[in-house]
C-alpha cells in the first residue's frame, strides 16, 4: 500500500521493477498529476512493461472529469475512516481542503479530455463503477456546502498557494467550512450511500475489465494516435524572413520601437518564430494532439500589435482558418515570443498583457494587421 512506503513510492516500484521486470505489480497508489504520470510512462519504457490506469467513472462536468457528486462521495468517504495510514480520515482537520486540492489538479478539463490523454500515455484504461446510473439530484445543501469550499479554495490559492489553510489569511473562514462539511456530509448521509454502486460490483467489474485488457479484448479508442505522447507542442510556424519584414516596418514608423529592436538586436536573435497553440505540459497531450488532423496544413495569422518591456517582447497573433475551419490556440493570448532577456523563460511572455494593464509594458497597434501564412506542425 502507498500510504504504507515511506520515501518516494514510484521511484521504489521503479526500483523493484527493475530486479524482477517480468511480474505483475498491483501499485495501490494515487497518481493524480502528469508529473507522475511522466514517471510512469518513463519506468514502463525502461522494464518493457504496460501500466493500467484505474480510475473511479463519472460523468464530469464542462472543466472537471469528475461531478459534484463524484466529490461529495469522495468526501463522505474521507470523513468515515479512522486510523488512514495517510493521515487522511475523520481526525484530519483539513480533510475537505485536501479533497479540494486534488479536484482541483484537472480543473478546465472535460472527462473525454481526461480520458483521452490517459488512453494515449498508457494505451488502456479501466473505469470502477462509482455512481448509481439512476441517482436523486445532489441535495441542494450539498451543492451549496462544496460550491463554498470551491470558492475558498481558489482565494486561498491565488493567495497563498499550496500553503495550508490553517497558515494563510483564510485559516478561520477553512476551520468553519471543515466543520459545516462535516455536519453537511452527515446529514444526507443516506442519500450519499444511496448512491453509490455497491463495493463488491466495483470491485467485480474492475476485475473483468483488468481481465479484458490482459487479453487484449480492448480496443483503444481512436481519440488520437499515442505518438503524441512523445510530443511536446503544437504550434504554426511562420517565416523569420517575414516576422523580421514585419518588425523593419514597424521600426520604420516608430523611433522607440526602431531603438528597441537595435538594442535587442533582434535579426541575431530571432529563432524559429511561432505560435504556440497547445503545450503537454500546460494543457495535456490529448489537447495537442487534437490538432493532428491539421498538421502540416498552411495558417494565415494576422498579427495586430507588438507588445513589450526591457525584458521581453512579443507580437500579438489572430489565427485564421484551415478549409473554413477556425484554429484557435488553448492559450489565453496568442502570439510569437521574439526576444527575452537572459534569464528570462519565454513563457513569460504569456504576461505581456497583464503587464501592459498594470503599465509596465508598452504596446504598439498594428493598423492595419500584417497577415503571415504559418505551417502547422508538432515539435
Sequence with gaps: MGDRTKGRYWQKVADERKKKPF????????????????????????????????????????????????????????LQRVNHPGNLDKASPNAG?????????YDGKSRREFESELYERFGSLVKMPLLKPERAPLPGDVKTILDEGMSLFR????????????????????AQWEKRLRVVLSRNANYLTSIQVPFDVAVKEVLEQLKAVAKGDVKTPDTAKRRFGNIVFAA??????DILSLLRKLGENDGDVNNFLNGIKVEDNLSKAHVTLAHKRAHGVAAVASYGVYQNQEVPVSFNAFLYTDKMAALEAQLGTVNGEKIDSKNDWPHVTLWTAPGVAPKEANMLPQLFSSGQAKRVLIDPPITITGVLDFY
Design 155 to 174: 482565494l486561498h490559492q491565488s493567495r497563498h498557494g499550496r500553503a495550508e489553510p490553517s497558515k494563510g489569511s483564510y485559516a478561520q473562514e477553512w
Design 23 to 78: 511480474r505483475i505489480t498491483l501499485a495501490d497508489k494515487n497518481a493524480p498529476n502528469e508529473e507522475v504520470w511522466r514517471q510512469i510512462e518513463d519506468m514502463c519504457g525502461m522494464t518493457k512493461a504496460a501500466a493500467v490506469p484505474v480510475i473511479p467513472d463519472s460523468e464530469g462536468t464542462d472543466s472537471n472529469p469528475f461531478s459534484l457528486e463524484a466529490l461529495a462521495v469522495f468526501m463522505f468517504r474521507v
Design 97 to 105: 481542503y485536501i479533497l479540494l486540492m486534488f479536484y482541483n489538479l
Design 236 to 241: 504554426v510556424t511562420v517565416p523569420q524572413a
